[in-house]
C-alpha cells in the first residue's frame, strides 16, 4: 500500500502521496498495467481524454480485485471542450469509457488563454459536479493568476492543481501558492527527463546513503515537498518501488539539495501555460 498520510485540500478531500500515471499506456497492455498497479497498492489512477486510454483505464479498474470505492480516478477536460455544452458531454462520455457512475476527480487539462473560455470550462465543471458526474474538480497546469480568475468569477476554488514539477523544475512559487489556498500540487512527469536525472550525483549520492534506487530518492523528494506524484509504471516490479518511496523520509538539507538542481530551462519542452495552447 501507498503512504497512508494523505495530501489535504482546503474542503478535506485527500489524496495519497502518490499517484499511477497512465499515458501512453493503451489496450490490453495498459488495462493489465492499471490492475497491477491498484493490486500493487495504487489508489490514485490518472488518465485524460486527450491519453485516448480512458476505455483502457476502465477495464483495469474494474478489472482490479479491489473495492470501487477505495480508488480515485481521475481525468481531465480536453481544450476543444471548454464551451459549456461541449465539455458536459465530454464529461458525460468520459464516465461511459471509465464505466463509473461518477469520475472521482476531474481536471481542466490546460487554461488556454489565448482561447480564453476557461472560466466557462470551470462553470461547466461545477455544473458537473452538482449534477453528480463528477465528485471533486481541479484543474492542471494553471499559473496563479489562472486559477484566482475561475475563483473570483465562481466562487469555487480547485482542490487540485497538476503541473510540471521535478528536480530540474521545482516549481516552488507555484507550490507556495498552492499551499497557500489549500490547493493540492500533483506533479505531472515528476521525474523529469529520467535518464540524466537519475544520474545526477545529488541524487545518486543521496539514493546510495538511503539504499534506494535513485528515482525513489526523488519520488521522496516529492512526498517531502507536500506534492503528489503521478509517475508512470507499466510493471508490477517498478509500481511496487515507486510506491516504496513513499516510506522514505529525507532530510532537510537532501531535499534542497535536490530543490537547487532547478534550472531556468528545466521545462521538459515548450509548455508554459502562459502561452501553450494544447487542444
Known sequence: MSDASPFIAHNGFALPAQGLGTYGLRGDAGADAVRSGIETGYRLIDTAFNYENEGAVGW??????????????TSKLAGRHH???????????????????A????????????????VEAWQALIEARERGHVRQIGVSNFLPEHLERIEDATG????????????????????????????????WSPLGRAGA????PVITSIADAHGITPAQAVLAWHAARGVVAIPKASSAEHQALNLAAAQVRLGDDEVEA????????GRLWD????????F
Not at 469520475?103 to 489565448?114: R, T, V, Y
Request: hydrophobic fraction near 45%.
Open 60 to 73: 483495469g479498474v474494474s478489472g482490479a480485485a479491489v473495492d470501487r470505492s477505495e480508488l480515485i480516478v
Open 83 to 101: 464551451a459549456r455544452a461541449k465539455a458536459l458531454d465530454a464529461i458525460e462520455e468520459s464516465r461511459f469509457r471509465l464505466g463509473v457512475d
Open 103 to 118: 469520475i472521482d476527480l476531474f481536471l481542466i487539462h490546460w487554461p488556454l488563454p489565448q482561447v480564453g473560455a476557461y
Open 156 to 187: 469555487v476554488r480547485p482542490v487540485v492543481n497538476q503541473i510540471e514539477l521535478h528536480p530540474r523544475f521545482p516549481q516552488q512559487e507555484a507550490l507556495d501558492h498552492h499551499r497557500a489556498h489549500g490547493i493540492i500540487t500533483q506533479a
Open 197 to 200: 536525472v537519475l544520474a545526477d
Open 258 to 265: 535536490i530543490t537547487a538542481l532547478g534550472a531556468a530551462d
Open 271 to 278: 509548455a508554459d501555460p502562459a502561452t501553450h495552447e494544447e
